[in-house]
């Protein structure tokens, strides 16, 4: 069964550098997002992507984060300039949103540490 | 502005019991509502999903059941297993038909053996 796909699965970085999620959503999928889960807490939308362009974002998806769907397969989560409290899971999902049904499938995230 | 809120936060059972975990949401234009189960340090996994044309839907040992009306809607497990403890999110997507989840914030299950 395809599933998707997230490197790295643990990030380290210092305080004020760029960090590059990646994610490899299902082949066939069109619509993408990237979700994240601050330790212990609830799961919370940061964007969706179709068309190659964002079509909704959240408050806490600032200038400091842009997508990118380089090539057509990779989805990728770019943090200009990390603080502290981007320390959190990020996952990437993917969505075929066809007429019956707007399941989407999640990745086994990346854990990002900002130190 | 859109919400989802979950009951209850922890909950603990017998083996063989049922469990109910419940969720209301704000936004009226709603109709489509999953729930994940996620494991300790794993992705969330859908587990049973609803939408809005319909009242309730089974599988197996796992229900959801949802009341438009008053904008709530339920999973029930019955005879849990050891294997169901885990922490279980309810979603509801916006009207903004972008496919945006709204989770709600999460029970933990732990069914004792």
């Known amino acids: 069964e395809p599933e998707v796909t997230q490197t790295p699965s643990h990030q380290v970085t210092q305080m004020g550098q760029e960090v590059i999620l990646r994610c490899v959503p299902i082949?066939?999928?069109?619509?993408f997002y990237w979700y994240r889960q601050i330790l212990g807490q609830k799961v919370e939308f940061l964007v969706s992507?179709?068309?190659?362009?964002?079509?909704?974002k959240s408050e806490i998806f600032d200038d400091q984060f842009s997508v990118e769907r380089p090539d057509g397969s990779n989805f990728t989560l770019k943090i200009r300039s990390t603080k502290l409290e981007d320390s959190a899971m990020y996952f990437c999902?993917?969505?075929?949103?066809?007429?019956?049904?707007?399941?989407?499938?999640f990745g086994p995230g990346t854990r990002l540490t900002v130190l | 502005g859109e919400n989802v809120e979950q009951h209850p936060s922890t909950l603990s059972v017998q083996e063989g019991d049922s469990a109910v975990i419940k969720c209301t949401y704000s936004?009226?234009?709603?109709?489509?509502f999953p729930w994940y189960k996620q494991e300790l340090g794993k992705r969330p996994q859908l587990i049973i999903d609803?939408?809005?044309?319909?009242g309730e839907k089974k599988d197996q040992r796992i229900a959801v059941t949802l009341n438009k009306t008053a904008k709530h809607f339920s999973l029930h497990i019955t005879e849990t297993q050891p294997e169901d403890s885990a922490v279980y999110f309810c979603?509801?997507?916006?009207?903004?038909?972008?496919?945006?989840?709204?989770f709600g914030q999460g029970t933990t299950l732990q069914v004792k053996p």
């Open positions: 979603a509801a997507n916006t009207n903004s038909n972008t496919g945006k989840l709204i």
């Open positions: 936004d009226s234009a709603s109709n489509y």
């Open positions: 992507f179709y068309n190659n362009e964002i079509s909704e």
């Open positions: 999902a993917s969505s075929d949103r066809d007429i019956t049904t707007d399941t989407q499938y």
């Open positions: 609803i939408r809005s044309n319909v």
């Open positions: 082949s066939n999928h069109l619509y």
